[in-house]
């Protein structure tokens, strides 16, 4: 991921943290001790999570299509529940959590975290551009979960079988690719027996020069 912090709650969450143990009477190398274990388990957690980001956004957004495909990709449009119900199983995971990112200034404000999962629903909000939805889960093999000196055993990716017939509500073209991109999608789909929706973004038509509105 591109943001170094994922997973990890940042400065105020800290302070946050480092002060309940004061109040309670932790003694300032306990707090140390505590704090670096947290760390160490925060990390340890990081190199076993997976996530699969997509936007939230209620239309569409040049912003995002500049980034993420303005010359060379299509979007699928889906929902939260046909999300959830298109997922079957998985490899190295055995169960995915879902959920909208909430975005804050770590350097001020405290994020709520009662697990590990939790903090990656909380991102910088230097990153609010996204208006993220994902889907999270952690590798559930004991073979991985226990060995944090050799992170490469540990896979990169994780596969979730997906019924794209329940997922894809539509596909949608990005707006400057040419009107040929559509045919060519329509055919593969057809070729492999799907019947999904395809659009070709309008997202850069000009408007009307003379209205017959009245």
């Known amino acids: 991921m591109e943001d170094g912090y994922e997973g990890v709650l940042g400065e105020a969450a800290t302070d946050t943290q480092l002060k309940a143990w004061k109040r309670r009477g932790a003694p300032s190398y306990l707090r140390h001790a505590l704090w670096n274990r947290e760390l160490k388990e925060t990390f340890f957690w990081r190199e076993r999570t997976y996530i699969s980001c997509w936007n939230s956004f209620p239309t569409e957004n040049a912003g995002l299509w500049r980034i993420y495909g303005d010359d060379k990709g299509l979007a699928i449009k889906t929902s939260w529940k046909k999300m959830k119900e298109s997922l079957i199983k998985g490899d190295c995971v055995d169960r995915v959590f879902y959920g909208r990112v909430d975005y804050k200034n770590f350097s001020t404000e405290g994020a709520n975290s009662d697990s590990y999962t939790d903090q990656y629903f909380s991102k910088r909000i230097e990153f609010s551009h996204e208006n993220e939805f994902r889907l999270v889960a952690h590798d559930a093999s004991k073979d991985h979960n226990y060995n944090d000196e050799d992170l490469t055993a540990i896979p990169k990716f994780a596969t979730v079988t997906c019924d794209l017939n329940i ?33 070709q973004s309008n997202l850069y038509e000009m408007p009307e020069r003379i209205s017959n509105k009245f």
């Open 167 to 199: 997922l894809i509500d539509e596909l949608i073209i990005s707006p400057r690719l040419g009107g040929w991109v559509k045919g060519s999608v329509e055919e593969v789909c057809r070729q492999f027996g799907n019947d999904w929706r395809i659009l």
